[in-house]
């Protein structure tokens, strides 16, 4: 049996830490151990306040200053001597079946020393969770970044079964904003993938729970956004500065795509600043972002911008 470390982070939502922690719990495996970093330094968590003082396999670090999203998540690989990691926030939830199902990829695939990740699609409190059956799939490095990217696979890049050794190579999550850090989350799996295979499967087997005191649904400053968005375009450049022109070219647009349908619902979501939020999304990007980019690009950016005023509209 694989040897799973879970690494939950937690600020200061208890109820949904307890929900989580019982998805956790209740898989069917005693290989899991659960370790949980509280960064609330004004709130000490333990095991007696959290009802689970029997439970043994579980480990609560509290932070006395507070570290941030992704200071947490790295504090949290730092302490993994398992072979295989998880994050979990605390808000979200996995499936029951989540850890067998994804140790069945692990152990259909023949070479198992390739494996770096193994992935699953997720759903949201906003749809109906469908369980589908369908062929399980490994890909290499330009497989799945094309697949990734595009969209036609959905996962949560820091959950799943991912190789410890792995995830500290690439030096865990990156910060890529402040105080947090969109899309850091997305990054991860492209890393991985330079390093080894990734098996994934269209089952839905965690729970990504939105909700109003969710950071990706925050009226935070739009610059936090596109400061992320910035840098993880030259992330993704840097890490496919050996590949061909053509598909360079082809994942940097499936990137800006994403980032365009992605900022109408940022710039929505206050109505009173639609207009100035729209202005600092042009001023940035002509700025930074498409200063960098060669004039290949220029007529996905015409488009891509008639598209984000056509929904900002008529959304």
């Not at 995830?167 to 904003?177: F, H, M, N, T, Y």
């Not at 649904?217 to 890490?239: F, G, T």
């Not at 600043?273 to 940035?284: Q, R, T």
Request: hydrophobic share 35%.
């Amino acid at each position: 049996m694989i040897d799973l470390t879970i690494g939950i982070t937690t600020f200061n939502r208890t109820k949904f830490l307890k929900e989580c922690l019982r998805s956790v719990l209740r898989q069917s495996n005693g290989n899991i151990k659960i370790i949980i970093s509280n960064d609330n330094p004004d709130r000490k968590l333990t095991l007696k306040n959290l009802n689970l003082l029997h439970q043994k396999n579980i480990v609560i670090f509290n932070q006395k200053k507070n570290l941030g999203p992704v200071e947490n998540k790295n504090f949290l690989l730092s302490k993994v001597k398992t072979k295989w990691f998880s994050w979990l926030s605390d808000d979200d939830k996995l499936e029951k079946n989540f850890y067998i199902k994804l140790s069945k990829l692990y152990n259909l695939t023949e070479n198992k020393n390739e494996l770096v990740a193994i992935y699953s699609n997720f759903h949201d409190n906003n749809k109906k969770k469908v369980l589908i059956n369908s062929n399980n799939q490994l890909y290499n490095k330009r497989e799945f970044i094309e697949k990734y990217t595009s969209g036609k696979i959905k996962l949560v890049g820091i959950y799943g079964l991912l190789r410890t050794k792995s995830l500290k190579k690439i030096k865990g999550v990156k910060k890529l904003s402040f105080p947090f850090s969109p899309y850091c989350d997305n990054l991860v799996p492209l890393e991985l993938s330079r390093l080894g295979k990734i098996a994934y499967t269209h089952e839905k087997l965690c729970k990504f729970r939105i909700h109003k005191n969710s950071q990706s649904n925050s009226n935070a400053s739009i610059n936090i956004w596109l400061i992320a968005q910035s840098n993880y375009i030259k992330k993704v450049e840097k890490l496919l500065r050996k590949d061909d022109n053509s598909y360079r070219r082809k994942i940097l647009l499936n990137i800006l795509d994403y980032f365009t349908k992605n900022i109408v619902d940022i710039i929505k979501r206050d109505n009173k600043k639609i207009f100035s939020n729209l202005f600092k999304f042009y001023h940035y990007q002509i700025k930074n972002t498409h200063k960098n980019l060669s004039f290949y690009f220029l007529p996905f950016i015409i488009i891509n911008n008639i598209k984000l005023i056509k929904r900002l509209i008529f959304k």
